[in-house]
C-alpha cells in the first residue's frame, strides 16, 4: 500500500494494490501496519461505521466533530466515484483553513485519514456513489458541527458544471470565518491531545 501526506497536518491519504481478474476486482483498503507506521498508532480504534448512497452533483460537508469528544475518520469510495475533500478547521494548526482534495472511485482506490478535528466533505461526481467511513467516536447529533462548503474564502474545488444537491442545513452554515467567531471550531493543540489519548486507550 502506497502512504502519502497530505498538505493538512496529520491527514493521510492510502492507496492500497487492486487485484483485477475475469471477475471483477479485489481490493484492502484499509490495512493495519501501512496505517500504523503512517499514524504511530499500532490500530484505528473504531467505534462506529457509516455508508452514505449520493446522487451525482451532491454535495456534503463540510462536517466536523466537536473538540472534545473529537473523532477521527478514516474514508474510502466504495462504489460511483468522488472528490473527497480534507478541510483543516483547527485553530492554530499550521495548516489552518487549507484543505487537499481526493478524487477515488470504485476502480481509482484510495482512503483518507482525517485525525481529529478536521473537516469532511466531498463531492459526488456519479449517481449511487457510495462512501464508507469508519470513525473514533459514535454519532452524537449535539457534538457534530458544518462550515460552508459552498465559503468562498475557502475555495474547495467543486465543479461548476455541476448541478450541485446540498441539504438544507449544509447551504445554509456559517463560513470558516463566522464559526471561528462564534468560538465553534476545535482548537489545534487540544486535537493533539485527544488524538493521543484515543490511541493510548486503544493500545
Known amino acids: 500500500m502506497k502512504v502519502e501526506k497530505l498538505t493538512v497536518q496529520g491527514a493521510f491519504v492510502f492507496t ?20 500504523a507506521a503512517a499514524s504511530g498508532s499500532p490500530l484505528l480504534p473504531v467505534a462506529q461505521t457509516n ?13 466536523y466533530t466537536s473538540a472534545p469528544p473529537g473523532a477521527a ?11 473527497d475533500i480534507v478541510v483543516d478547521v483547527r485553530v ?8 487537499d482534495a481526493v478524487r477515488m472511485s470504485s476502480r481509482e482506490i484510495r482512503a483518507v485519514y482525517f485525525p481529529v478535528g478536521v ?4 463531492v459526488s461526481l456519479a449517481d449511487d456513489t457510495v462512501m464508507s467511513y469508519m470513525l473514533t467516536g459514535s454519532y452524537v447529533p449535539e457534538h457534530e ?3 460552508s462548503a459552498l465559503d468562498p ?8 458544471d455541476l448541478e450541485t444537491i446540498i441539504s438544507d442545513r449544509d447551504r445554509g452554515s456559517p463560513s470558516l470565518a463566522e464559526t471561528a467567531e462564534a468560538g465553534l471550531l476545535p482548537d489545534y493543540q487540544l486535537c493533539q491531545v485527544l488524538e493521543q489519548q484515543l490511541y493510548q486507550v486503544a493500545h
Do not use: M, N
Not at 92 to 99: A, Y
Open 51 to 63: 455508508h452514505s448512497v449520493s446522487h451525482r452533483g451532491v454535495v456534503r460537508g463540510v462536517h
Open 73 to 83: 475518520k478514516y474514508v474510502y469510495c466504495a462504489a460511483g466515484t468522488a472528490i
Open 119 to 122: 473537516g469532511h466533505a466531498f
Open 145 to 147: 458541527r458544518v462550515v
Open 92 to 99: 492554530g494548526s499550521p495548516t489552518f483553513g487549507r484543505w
Open 16 to 35: 492500497p494494490e487492486v487485484f483485477p481478474d475475469r471477475r471483477g476486482l479485489f481490493v484492502s483498503p484499509f490495512q493495519r501496519a501501512p496505517f
Open 153 to 160: 474564502a475557502l475555495g474547495l474545488p467543486i465543479p461548476t
